[in-house]
């Protein structure tokens, strides 16, 4: 009984997605002794992640691992991930999303045609800009910060402050070579590989935002596994998660240690800083949060206070 | 296997006689059926989801702009100039014809546009002057397929979305190879036209060119916009085409004072059902393009090619000679959209610059439009020439003959594209 | 009779919606330029509304293109057919092009009623706008295509006529046309500047 199926990865084999893309699917062979049959698709050569979660739902394709938030727009709860100034560090990120919250927001999935296997980590999001460094909740006020396509994103850059832009990726570059804004927000691989470090002087470690990866199962194709070969993706999604994890850090170390070497300014924000911060943001977390979300919040909240004291 | 299958569909279904959109529909089908998967969400959804890019916007953007444009008379304006300038050359309406050509190249993607308005206005007066008129249709037909290797381009808008290539580095590394296309036609009419007597015009006096010149920089502007926007970074290729849409209906509206509401609608549905032809098209191509990355379309022929994998030189050669091939019986936009998502794996691959690649693969299928036996240009200079398509093809070899040694040049000397390329980046 | 009316009305409409659509996307991109340009800000909506028309703008300008005979074809070998072979060459191909619409009418419907609930990011409406294009175009090409193969079997046709798409001296026709209405309206303002 030979099972085959296509995994779409958005991003090149090198990043820290395709690594853990790599890993699971050699886990994944090794263990079922070569019967289950993963084939990757990297640069996103199947199409986006919207259209590809599509995919899945409707069958023709069988994996894919969008960041949570192209899930919002289908399922509002995984918008708390989204939350700006959510979370201080990858632990707390780690509690809520492999705990009971995780849980949660994974049993969500089903009724839309997809299985969640498990959350990787694209990392945390620091703004770079051309004019000056963000060490305070004032350096905000004069900048034009671009805000990608979602709501949440747009109000969480005016109430710190500053003024957004909506830009798709690829008008990125050149509106900040130009100057037509001053800044952006992406994790520092992702800067490093848009190249916007040539065209931005100052990054500041503002970890505004923390970005999960989610990996996903077709349900039409998850129903038609046996109940081994279920438990043996998920197990082999959550030790490659181990493995993602690493590799995403080591990038992301690896890619701030570059910019620094090719002049970026690079700054720390200090933790009262980053308070103030989330305490200028929490009228977003009350807009946003309704209904059944105000629920998840509070959970999310409880488990990050564990960690925190 | 999977490569044979595509192919024998692709050209069964069209020898059928239907729309080639459908006939690459039914080949990705055939793919599909062919892998044992077959599911009719893949077609829908990869259909809309090619149409679904902000990029390809350009394409209705860049076809209206020149929509307004011609509506204004921008064309005679064009030849206007040019015959201010060079007609009183000896063969001067020839060079008139190619500077005309060149400069309607920088204001319109569409080869098959730019011949028609030439011709219709050149030939014509080539013919009342005294030109061998089948020499002037050839050379006005070499001319037009200037078009698409000059920004603005929508063979490069294509081949930029298909391959995953930045458009606006696409689009300036298309200038240099353009002006070269010219300045071969420039030799190869100085050449056929040497021992040719007629009389050629008076000369213009300074006063009576800047007077020309006047009434024409509304539209030299607009080159000065496209390229200009794009090399600061002030636009997108997309936002580019906008404006450029834009600046169009306002010289005809308030410059030329030609566009009144009731053609800006008529402008406006030609650019909506000429794009809805070429996008529907590239729309079919994706749901192909997914088949033949599901069917490892690509390795399969990298495998054949496996023997010069290793000298770039070789394998590009290989890969524009059956561009050329197919040239010679296909249209320029289907072959851009069959043939770059099998080539571009291969390519990176071999670590050719896709850029390079890009403007050298534009150029090849482009001569294809004045190839025979099907030759779209051809057929239109044929027909508004008045001439039989056996005449159209004497007069425009020695100008083929021109362009292809370009071709090769660019082949043997890559640093022709990519070193100007560099310096727009 | 009432048919032919009633297509027209249909055609009609249809160039009125992509004209109307494709103008509102100019302004949508328009506006975000000026809007970042000029005023240091930017129209959220106008990205994704603009490509939600564009994609409709191309579907159902296909369906017009199709009853319009304008889609890009090969007719090298169904020009020298005779007029029996011709026939059968129509009902061939369009039976395999119809087979294509009913593909996108199933899929696109399976994947307007999974996306009924998946929202755009900023717009805020259902995903199922953009796939219910696909859905459209099924069934119109579909009606457009069996139009015309009803049309060229059994109408009084010259055979030269008897193919589903446009031969190249149509297109050219075409273009030829929209010069001269150019070219008039040019010899036509130079008689009025010059009378000035
Ligand atoms: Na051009
Ligand atoms: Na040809």
Redesign the pocket.
């Known amino acids: 009984q030979e099972i085959t199926a296509k995994f779409s990865v958005t991003l090149p084999e090198a990043s820290h997605q395709g690594q853990g893309v790599a890993k699971f699917v050699q886990l994944v062979k090794e263990r079922s002794q070569g019967r289950i049959e993963i084939k990757p698709y990297y640069n996103a050569a199947l199409g986006n992640d919207v259209q590809v979660t599509s995919a899945l739902q409707g069958g023709s394709i069988q994996f894919v691992v969008p960041q949570t938030t192209t899930l919002t727009g289908m399922i509002k709860e995984f918008e708390v991930l989204d939350y700006p100034f959510l979370f201080d560090s990858e632990q707390e990120a780690e509690a809520v999303l492999d705990g009971a919250v995780g849980q949660r927001l994974l049993d969500t999935l089903p009724e839309k045609g997809l299985v969640g296997l498990a959350f990787w980590e694209n990392g945390f999001f620091n703004f770079t800009n051309s004019r000056h460094p963000i060490a305070k909740l004032e350096d905000f006020n004069d900048l034009k910060l671009r805000a990608v396509q979602a709501k949440i994103s747009q109000e969480s850059i005016k109430t710190l402050g500053a003024t957004p832009v909506p830009l798709a990726v690829p008008e990125l570059f050149t509106a900040l070579e130009t100057r037509t804004v001053d800044g952006q927000g992406t994790p520092a691989t992702v800067t490093t590989a848009l190249r916007l470090d040539e065209v931005q002087k100052y990054l500041s470690k503002t970890r505004h935002t923390y970005g999960a990866f989610i990996p996903l199962v077709s349900k039409k194709f998850w129903d038609k596994l046996s109940e081994d070969d279920r438990k043996l993706l998920l197990q082999a999604a959550i030790d490659a998660r181990t493995y993602q994890r690493g590799v995403a850090r080591d990038q992301d170390r690896d890619a701030l240690a570059r910019m620094a070497a090719k002049g970026v300014a690079i700054n720390e924000v200090s933790p009262a800083e980053r308070t103030r911060m989330r305490e200028a943001s929490k009228p977003i977390w009350d807009a946003f949060a309704q209904g059944s979300m105000v629920e998840v919040l509070q959970a999310t909240q409880a488990e990050i206070a564990k960690v925190r004291k | 296997m999977t490569a044979a299958v595509f192919l024998s569909g692709l050209l069964g279904a069209m020898l059928l006689g239907m729309p080639i959109a459908f006939a690459v529909l039914i080949s990705a089908v055939l793919l599909m059926l062919f892998l044992g998967e077959f599911d009719p969400q893949v077609v829908a959804q990869n259909a809309i989801g090619g149409a679904d890019n902000f990029v390809l916007m350009a394409v209705p953007f860049f076809i209206l702009a020149g929509e307004f444009m011609n509506a204004g008379g921008l064309s005679r304006r064009i030849v206007d100039m040019a015959m201010a300038f060079v007609g009183h050359l000896r063969g001067g309406l020839g060079y008139v014809a190619i500077l005309a050509a060149l400069v309607l190249?920088?204001?319109?993607?569409s080869a098959v546009a730019d011949t028609a308005a030439l011709g219709a206005l050149l030939v014509p007066m080539m013919r009342e002057a005294g030109y061998n008129t089948e020499r002037a249709c050839g050379l006005i037909a070499a001319g037009g397929i200037i078009?698409?290797?000059?920004?603005?381009?929508i063979g490069f808008l294509l081949f930029g979305v298909v391959a995953n290539v930045s458009i606006t580095q696409l689009f300036m590394a298309g200038i240099v190879p353009g002006a070269m296309m010219a300045i071969s036609l420039v030799a190869a009419w100085w050449w056929v036209s040497r021992r040719d007597s007629f009389n050629p015009a008076p000369r213009m006096p300074w006063i009576g060119r800047i007077g020309v010149l006047g009434r024409g920089v509304w539209a030299l502007m607009m080159p000065v916009i496209i390229i200009g926007g794009l090399k600061m970074g002030v636009f997108t290729p997309t936002e580019a085409a906008v404006v450029a849409a834009f600046y169009a209906l306002f010289v005809g509206v308030f410059v030329y004072r030609e566009l009144n509401l009731k053609s800006i609608y008529h402008c406006l549905l030609i650019a909506a059902r000429t794009s809805a032809v070429v996008l529907i098209l590239v729309a079919m191509a994706m749901v192909a393009s997914y088949m033949i990355t599901i069917a490892d379309v690509p390795g399969q022929i990298g495998a054949w090619l496996e023997p010069i994998a290793d000298r770039p030189g070789m394998l590009v050669s290989a890969m524009l000679l059956i561009a050329f091939g197919l040239g010679m019986v296909l249209d320029f936009i289907p072959i851009v959209l069959v043939l770059t998502p099998v080539f571009m794996p291969i390519i990176r691959a071999a670590g050719v610059d896709p850029v390079y690649f890009g403007v050298v693969f534009i150029m090849t299928v482009a001569i294809g439009m004045i190839t025979p036996p099907v030759g779209v240009v051809l057929n239109v200079i044929a027909s508004i020439g008045k001439v039989s398509m056996e005449r159209a093809v004497r007069g425009v070899l020695p100008f083929l003959a021109a362009e292809a040694l370009i071709v090769i040049l660019l082949l043997l000397f890559p640093a022709f594209v990519t070193v100007p390329a560099g310096w727009w980046r | 009779m009432f048919f032919d009316r009633m297509t027209r009305v249909v055609t009609r409409m249809l160039e009125v919606v992509i004209v109307v659509s494709l103008a509102l996307m100019a302004i949508l991109v328009f506006g975000n330029v000026v809007l970042r340009y000029g005023f240091d800000s930017g129209l959220a909506v106008s990205d994704e509304l603009a490509r939600l028309l564009f994609v409709w703008v191309i579907f159902l300008g296909a369906i017009l293109a199709s009853r319009e005979h304008a889609h890009i074809g090969l007719d090298a070998l169904v020009r020298r057919l005779s007029p029996f072979w011709k026939k059968v060459f129509i009902c061939l191909s369009g039976t395999l092009m119809l087979g294509c619409c009913a593909l996108f009418v199933i899929g696109g419907w399976s994947q307007t009623v999974i996306n009924l609930d998946n929202t755009y990011p900023v717009l805020g409406i259902s995903y199922a706008w953009l796939y219910a294009a696909a859905v459209v175009f099924g069934i119109g090409m579909a009606i457009s295509i069996a139009y015309n193969v009803f049309d060229a079997v059994t109408r009084p046709h010259t055979p030269a006529e008897l193919v589903l798409i446009r031969d190249m001296e149509d297109r050219i026709g075409e273009e030829m046309v929209l010069l001269a209405d150019a070219a008039e309206a040019f010899e036509h303002n130079k008689r009025k500047e010059n009378s000035k």
């Open positions: 190249a920088s204001l319109s993607g078009a698409p290797v000059i920004p603005p381009s």
